[in-house]
Structure formats: structure tokens, C-alpha cells
């Protein structure tokens, strides 16, 4: 028997079946709009997400025949709200990239509520996370706030809403990391927290049940025969799993639309010392496994900048050989906060810069620096990551980095990342390891997959990045990425 995974990204839906031994059977992927109605925000129309949800699934399943269960991974804290009698949203989707609360939070910030915030969530108060986005919906949608108290709306994350639509209005439920992410969710306690919702001026009665990863989310029939929904994790969450990253200690960064480190801390909720994110790893038959995260809000998106903002490509892969023939003697930086900087800064209100342009500069030097930009900011996540990790009196990690995700494709990109980091970068077969982490909690709570140290012990390596680059030279140009960053940085204050 098979499991279909649906993996609801940031610029893609994706449906991905796989066989009992985890081998990718069919897949099916489809873009959708991105909407930017304003300097900042960002939406994505409900009906694109769930259009090419419901077809990517059916092309999966057309070419692989039925399957036992379903495993759902999604963006993260991207919002919707929807009312729960006719299941229409009532505002396009407001995704995590969107900053239209930046000034929202930096009143919070302003009146000290960012230490209580922290301690009950893990979270820094961005607009990155849901609660200021689903305080500004009420506050903006004629109607919305009073309808919500009367109970006739619903919120939720992506996967709540697919789960949703799915079930046809029949659960309305999200899962432990996927709440987490909320800023509404206490992490320690486990629980939506009635003291964040009413700083955030949010009525419990949108929220949906908080559920682990691996429970069951009721079952759909949109694709004829029942299917059980029976795995459910944030897409970075979904990765770390799919990477096997079971042990404390062990470390995977993903690099899509924007990068995610994620560090196993096991049962140990560390608190960062750093400006980066304690969150929940995974949520496995109600026992908590905590992690230390990094977020990055734009990696392979510098990427798409090259192609569509500077049309200096027609693919992503031809960055490649630009970067390769790119003049060793210059030195362009780019520092890709086209959406604010997220960690270890946190400053939504940065913009990108470039540094170091001569007129011998082009194409080659700009697309050298985009790869490289991932690099740098990655290096950013993992000296606080180890600081942090030292801090909480754990022994050391080993240090190497599982990669992932659509850029880790990109040789050029991982040579460059294990030479900035110092440290082996380990890139595994199965580079769709989001989908292959809630196949995987689906087939085994199906029964049809192995436990996770079977699962862990399938992880297969396919490439191996050594670091190649001298010691002094790496020293030199980490400098020269945090000279750019805090000119980038105090551009944006002067701003
Ligand atoms: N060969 C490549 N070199 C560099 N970047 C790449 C390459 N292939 C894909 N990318 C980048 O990876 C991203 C897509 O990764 P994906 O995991 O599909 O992202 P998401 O889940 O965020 O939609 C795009 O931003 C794209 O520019
Ligand atoms: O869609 P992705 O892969 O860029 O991931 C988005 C993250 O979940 C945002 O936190």
C-alpha cells in the first residue's frame, strides 16, 4: 500500500505518493499567484491553495492508485479565516512573509511585552508569526471581530484549513508544531494560552484543537474510497523528520523560498541567548521534542530575484555556471532582505542592498553572490545555534549540517556554505524530505512503515561537501557579509 503526501508550500502545492520502502511512486507539483497588494504584504488566494492542492492530489493519485493515508505539510504561519458554516475564507491567505504588522509589533516590543511573549512561546515578537496577522483580519474585515466572538469563524494555519476542506467542515484541527508557530500556543505548558490571546486581542473560539503529529485528522472522500488523514507537521518541522534528525544535537537546514535550521534539543526546551526561536520539533504520542530554529526569510527567493526582478536567467540552474564564471577578483555581496531580516536580526524593517559593484561587475558576480548570500546568512543561524546549544550544558554537536529543499540542488551553493561554515554538509537522496517526513508519520501510524530507527537508519547520503577554503580567507569574507549586513541594517534605521 502507498501514502500520499500533500505538501502546501510557499510557491507550490505538491502531492507526492510513496511505497511501504519510502521510494517516490508518483508526483504531481503546481505554482500558484503570489499577490503584493502593498510594499510588504504579501497574500495568496485560498482558492489557489486549495485548487492546487485538490489537483496535484488527484494527478498523484491517478498515476499511483489508492492509497492507505495521507500525511499533510505545509507553510507555516500563514493565516486564514474562514466561516465555519459555508467554509469560505473571509480575506485572502496573509503568508509569513507578509510585514503589514511590523508596526504592531514594534508597539509590543515598545511596552515590554516581548520577554513574556518569548518565555510562553518560544517566538520574537515579529510579523512573521499568526497572532498579529489574525488580530489585524479582525480588526480589518468588516464584521470580522463580532462574528468571530459569536463563534461563526474559524482560523487556522494552512494545513488547518486543508484539513478542513478535506474532512468537508468536519475537523477542525491543527497540529502541535504548526500551533507552535502561532505566537498563541505556550510551548512549555502545551496548550493555546488564554494571557497571549488576550494580549493579542484574539477570542479563543477561532482556534482550532491542537492535535500531535501523528494523530488522526479525520478522514476525506473527495478521491473516492475514505482516505485517513494520519500525519500532520509544519513543513520545517515535516523536514527535520525527514532527515531523521531523531538525536539531540543533530542539525538540518532546508533551503526553499527562504532557509530553516532546525536543531533537535530533545525533551529540553532551550531558551536562545541568541534571537533565535525555540519551537516544537515534533509532537510524537503526546511527548514533546523540542528545537532551536533559524529562519532565513529569503534564500532560493534571491534566486527567483535574479530571474524574474533582473531577468539575468531564464532558470535557477544557470546560476551554476554564471557563479562558476564569476571574477574571483571581485568582491559583490548582496544582502537579500527584501522582506526584513529575520534571524538572529530580526529587523522587518531592513530592505536588500548590494556592496562591492565595479563596472566589471554583471550577471556572473551577481549570481556568485545570490548562492553565496545563503551561505552567509546560513553561517549567521549556526554560530548562534552553537552558542545557544553550549549554553544549555549539552555536549557538542557534531556539526554537520543535513541539507534539503529545492536550492540544496545547487553545488555551487553547498560547496560555498560548507567552506563558510567549516563544517561537512550532507546532502541526502531524497532531497523531498518534507513530504518523505509526514509520508513517513502517516505510513507509520498506518502500520505499512517502519519505526523511526528504521526510518533513520534509511537516510541515505548522495553527496558529502567537504569545507575547501583557507581558514583566513573564510575569516575575511564572514567579516565583509556582517560589515554588509550592519550597513544594510543601519540603512534601513536611517530609512
Ligand atoms: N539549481 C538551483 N540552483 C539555485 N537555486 C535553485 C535551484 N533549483 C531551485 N532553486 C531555488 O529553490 C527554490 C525552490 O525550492 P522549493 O523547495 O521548491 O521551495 P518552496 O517549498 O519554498 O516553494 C526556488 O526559490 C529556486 O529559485
Ligand atoms: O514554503 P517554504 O518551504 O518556503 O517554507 C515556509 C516556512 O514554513 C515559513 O516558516
Known sequence: MHILAIDQGTTSSRAIVFDKDLRVKASAQREFAQHYP?????????????????????????????????????????????????????????????????????????????????????????????????GWVLDHVGGARERAERGELAMGTVDCFLIWRLTQGRTHATD???????????????????????????????????????????????????IPILGVAGDQQAATIGQACFEPGMLKSTYGTGCFALMNTGATLVPSQNRLLTTIAYQFDGQVTYALEGAIFVAGAVVQWLRDGLGVIDDAAQTQALAEAADPTQEVIIVPAFTGLGAPYWRPESRGAVFGLSRNSGPAEFARAALESVGFQTRDLAGAMRADWASSGAAPSEGVLRVDGGMSASGFAMQFLADILGAPVDRPHVLETTALGVAWLAGHKAGIMPD?????????????????????????????WQRAVQATIAAGDAG
Open 452 to 480: 523511526a530507527k528504521g526510518f533513520a537508519q534509511s537516510w541515505a547520503l548522495e553527496r558529502r561537501f567537504e569545507p575547501q577554503m583557507k581558514s583566513a580567507t573564510r575569516d575575511a569574507r564572514y567579516a565583509a
Open 176 to 226: 502541535a508544531t504548526n500551533a507552535a508557530r502561532t505566537m498563541l500556543y505556550n510551548i512549555a505548558k502545551g496548550g493555546w494560552d488564554e494571557e497571549l490571546c488576550k494580549l493579542f486581542n484574539v477570542p479563543m473560539a477561532l482556534l482550532p484543537e491542537v492535535r500531535d503529529c501523528n494523530a488522526e485528522f479525520g478522514e476525506t472522500t473527495l478521491f473516492g474510497a475514505p
Open 38 to 134: 502593498r510594499s510588504g504584504w504579501v497574500e495568496h488566494d485560498p482558492a489557489d491553495l486549495w485548487d492546487t492542492t485538490l489537483e496535484t492530489c488527484q494527478a498523484a493519485l491517478e498515476q499511483a492508485g489508492p492509497v492507505a493515508a495521507i500525511g499533510i505539510t505545509n507553510q507555516r504561519e500563514t493565516l486564514l479565516v474562514w466561516d465555519r458554516e459555508t467554509g469560505e475564507p473571509i480575506h485572502r491567505a496573509i503568508v509569513w512573509q507578509d510585514r503589514r504588522t511590523a508596526e504592531i509589533c514594534a508597539d509590543l516590543k515598545a511596552a515590554g511585552h516581548e520577554p513574556e511573549v518569548t518565555a510562553r512561546t518560544g517566538l520574537l515578537l515579529d510579523p512573521y508569526f499568526t497572532a498579529t496577522k489574525l
